[in-house]
């Protein structure tokens, strides 16, 4: 059925059609996913390296080379991954198409990873940052996130971008001053049985962690994936396993070198260059690790708040506070990290609790993907996947014989969402229909589009809420134009989330606007058609449907939100001023 089916059907009967098909705008760029990739990827080697060692000691090279192997092969699976889900390739999104239940189990592993990458990052930026008890800067770091993300999603990437930069160029430049020194070093062979090694390679595979982060992506990235996806794993592929090993090396050239397992990169600058550059290497990846922290907490809230809208969590995982932030998700998303750090605070212990979500995750995305026979694969292509899939398994099932705290992590946070997700199956909870609204009826923007001929307009007024003063104001602009609609946008708040969903029901908010927006209108003679969207960027999706639509007045009234809370998560003001094609121009109303 057409849009203008759907939209005057709707009118005609006075039903709420509650689902409605999410649009993902593909605007990530290739420089734009590779640096959230490195964001999540390339910290690894801030506490690799000093594990490795403390494992392995001079035989730390060789097992960080089998590491930087196993990294550059996964990295090319996930290339696979990118091209054959152009829609989505996380663990969540893409095992669906194999079993739903295999889905769940791998978002649940993937919980665990984010859980522990949040107290393991906090904790070992702290010990970069060289105070006193860092479990508990640790555990007030995570609290301060959480708090900060209470109001919405913090606009910190252009600061992240610019600390991974600054980290990147810091290690680069480490390296050239090791590379003169790399002749002396004490590399030694391991001298343990193949057991013991392959029980101190499984310790070490922490820096696998972050692949994932680029095929949640997918979604949104600019067509074509495969070639944006390629182009933003590279860079970092090489970085992570290359500058890695290296490193490694220049560790073993350091005479006498004990303990720093904790801040391996801070020694590695003060030896090699100057204790000045060591502090200066040691704020950079601290700043990194929290970074890393941030972008886990977030995770961890997408995760929740997309399961609990596919009805794989009870519904209150998804309800949303005043900010778009939902509430109960933020809170186990810090909770859970901080529980884990009153438990554990030596990074080697939760370097195992790690690691058994991470590798979960990945071996269930590789293994669905490689034994789906409906997917179009080149042989090559089907046996790299199946042969990784297979090491990944046994490193996993390693870690849950001889890492026991990690098998009972895992457990727990596994049966704890299954239990969840029972609860979600057997407590069904209506979904709510409005009776007050006589029209619930709402658009995507691809289908006022193709009903824009029917309606002249050309203008679109932005509401969160009913405000009469933008409303009469464009009314009149409506008729002194001779036009006989105008359209009206409500955008549904949520998380940043990679994983997103094909379809979602609207708001009672949203749908309550849209009705007494409608009912104003048609007091003046003004036919609404209403525009719903839902993202995490309320400016950019205003922008977006001025730019789609044709319109070139956009109306919207002024916030009430504090000066703060602006600062925190952006002003959507500023943001559609920035968006908004030059032709259009920003009516405010007071």
Known sequence: MTGEGRFLGEKATGMAFL???????????????????????????????????????????????CMSILVFVVGLCYMLICRTYPDGGGVYSSVKHRSQLLAVIGAFLLFADYVVTASLSTLDAFHYFNVPHPELWAIGSILMIGALNWFGPSKSGTVASWIAVGATLSAGLLIVFTIPHITQADLRLPTTGLFKNWSVFVGIVLALSGVEAVANMTGIMVQPVEKTSKRAIWPVLLEVSILTFLLGI?????????????????????????????????????????????????????????????????????????????????????????????????????????????????????????????????????????????????????????????????????????????????????????????????????????????????????LKQLNLHVLNDAALRAKMLGENAIYVSYVDEMPPSAEFLDEIEPSRDSLEVFAKAEQEMEKKGITVVPVWQIGENSGKMIARAARELGVNTVMIGTTRRGRLVNILRGDVLRTLVTHLPKECRLLISG
């Open 250 to 462: 220049a560790m073993n050239s350091i005479p006498g070198l004990s303990g720093h397992t904790e801040d391996m990169l801070s020694a590695l600058g003060d030896h090699y260059i100057a204790p000045w550059f060591g502090k200066l290497i040691s704020v950079l990846f601290g700043l990194l690790l929290l970074s890393a922290a941030n972008t886990a907490i977030a995770g961890l809230v997408s995760i929740q708040f997309v399961m609990a809208k596919d009805r794989e969590l009870p519904a209150f995982f998804a309800k949303l506070n005043r900010y778009g932030m939902p509430g109960v998700a933020l809170a186990v998303a810090v909770g859970v990290p901080i529980i884990v750090l009153l438990f554990s605070s030596n990074i080697v212990e939760l370097a195992a609790l790690y690691a058994i979500g991470v590798v979960g995750a990945i071996t269930l995305n590789l293994g669905t993907t490689a034994t789906n026979f409906k997917l179009q694969l080149k042989k090559r292509e089907r046996l790299l996947l199946l042969v990784s899939t297979v090491v990944l398994f046994f490193i996993e099932v390693t870690i849950a014989i001889e890492k026991r705290n990690a098998l009972i992590f895992a457990l727990t946070i596994l049966g704890g969402g299954l239990l969840l997700r029972w609860l979600a199956k057997i407590i069904v909870i209506p979904v709510p229909v409005p009776g007050i609204v006589p029209n619930s009826s709402v658009l995507t923007v691809s289908e006022a589009k193709e009903i824009a001929p029917l309606y002249t307009s050309t203008s679109l007024v932005a």
């Open 19 to 65: 689902l409605k098909r999410v649009e993902r705008p593909r605007e990530l760029k290739w420089y734009q996913a590779g640096a959230m990739l490195y964001g999540d990827w390339g910290t690894s080697k801030a506490y690799v390296l000093g594990i490795a060692f403390a494992l392995a000691g001079h035989a730390s090279w060789f097992f960080l080379g």
